[in-house]
Nanobody, 122 residues
């Protein structure tokens, strides 16, 4: 009922910047928390950053001061601005959104994006 389209990944040198976007479309009554996760080869998926509908932010310690998460509620889109990228930031990045399809939904529905590769060369 909801589609997520991610964009913005790519190859960048260490110290560079990238901006990821994730746009949600479909049956959306309320878009609650939105976030970004990443998974490097051989590692578990981990939370990078999250933003609630009220604007509260949460960042992994490893990205604090370098990454900024934001959202545009009019466009149902979440962004991740990544600055001062390091080789250890290399991973597939996934957006995650929690959505109510209808007013009567008792809980959020959770959706994942298809993933976008971020590669940082040293």
């Amino acid at each position: 009922q909801v589609q997520l389209v991610e964009s913005g990944g790519g190859l960048v040198q260490a110290g560079g910047s990238l901006r990821l976007s994730c746009a949600a479309s479909g049956r959306i009554f309320r878009l609650n928390a939105m976030g970004w996760y990443r998974q490097a080869p051989g590692k578990q998926r981990e939370l990078v950053a999250a933003i609630t509908s009220g604007g509260s932010l949460n960042y992994a310690d490893s990205v604090k001061g370098r990454f900024t998460i934001s959202r545009d509620n009019a466009k149902n889109t979440v962004y991740l601005q990544m600055n001062s990228l390091k080789p250890e930031d290399t991973a597939v990045y996934y957006c995650n959104v929690r959505i109510r399809h209808y007013f009567s939904d008792p809980d959020d529905h959770v959706y994942w994006g298809q993933g976008t590769q971020v590669t940082v060369s040293s």
